[in-house]
């Protein structure tokens, strides 16, 4: 049985940062792309960054880039989002995600095959 479970999301002034981790059962992410999404009230979700399997590669949204940092550690079956510089912007649910059909980066939600439940991140000004 696969699970994916977010945590580090909260409450954090604008300029602050946050550290959100992704662990991961069922599976190992050693062959595995991951990716994280985020969906803000009233807005489409959105792709925020991914990491290939290796973690050798990654990919960011542009409104994101420069500020966050994807990374991964396959030992502990675990992804990491850290968030910088964080903006009234970035307020949202935040989603992490298994990739099992690549092991390079994509930002397609299709692609995706497993999710997490989100964690809430709020930024206030």
């Known amino acids: 049985q696969v699970q994916l479970v977010e945590s580090g999301g909260g409450l954090v002034q604008a300029g602050g940062s946050l550290r959100l981790s992704c662990a991961a059962s069922?599976?190992?992410?050693?062959?595995?792309?991951m990716g994280w999404f985020r969906q803000a009230p009233g807005k489409e979700r959105e792709f925020v960054a991914s990491?290939?399997?290796?973690?050798?590669?990654?990919l960011y949204a542009d409104s994101v880039k420069g500020r966050f940092t994807i990374s991964r550690d396959n030992a502990k079956n675990t992804v990491y989002l850290q968030m910088n510089s964080l903006k009234t912007e970035d307020t949202a649910i935040y989603y992490c995600?298994?990739?099992?059909?690549?092991?390079?980066?994509?930002?397609?939600?299709?692609?995706?095959?497993?999710w997490g439940q989100g964690t809430q991140v709020t930024v206030s000004s």
């Open positions: 990491i290939s399997w290796s973690g050798s590669r990654t």
């Open positions: 069922g599976l190992t992410f050693s062959r595995y792309a």
């Open positions: 995600g298994v990739a099992a059909r690549t092991i390079g980066v994509t930002d397609t939600p299709t692609m995706y095959d497993y």
